[in-house]
Nanobody, 127 residues
Framework: EVQLMESGGGSVQAGGSLRLSCTSS???????????MAWFRQAPGKEREGVAS???????TYADSVKGRFTISKDNAENTLYLQIHSLKPDDTAMYYCAAGVPYVCPTLSGFDYKYWGQGTQVTVSS
């Protein structure tokens, strides 16, 4: 069972930045594997949204709503996934979740493609 733990959330003003981290108990960040990892978010009353995904060899994809502001990356030595967020907006307020799996196609922003999920870290952006 892969354990994922997010951290780095917080309350910031619009225009600020945050870096979210997700530590994996397994080697899902290994660039040599078929692993797939992603960040999702869910705001109150809204559906879960995939925001960024990265494949084992580093290929990435982003939701249109975050392109140019969010960057997904990995530290293989530390088994850690990151999400760097710049120019935060109030609409970015949500619980952010890390996910991992071995889907047939990666990167992917579909939640159905991921088997393992973290508990989430809250991001709150004030105007």
């Amino acid at each position: 069972e892969v354990q994922l733990m997010e951290s780095g959330g917080g309350s910031v003003q619009a225009g600020g930045s945050l870096r979210l981290s997700c530590t994996s108990s397994d080697d899902y960040t290994n660039t040599g594997s078929n692993s797939c990892m992603a960040w999702f978010r869910q705001a109150p009353g809204k559906e879960r949204e995939g925001v960024a995904s990265i494949r084992g060899f580093g290929r990435t994809t982003y939701a249109d709503s975050v392109k140019g502001r969010f960057t997904i990356s990995k530290d293989n030595a530390e088994n850690t996934l990151y999400l760097q967020i710049h120019s935060l907006k109030p609409d970015d307020t949500a619980m952010y979740y890390c996910a991992a799996g071995v889907p047939y196609v990666c990167p992917t922003l579909s939640g159905f493609d991921y088997k393992y999920w973290g508990q989430g870290t809250q991001v709150t952006v004030s105007s």
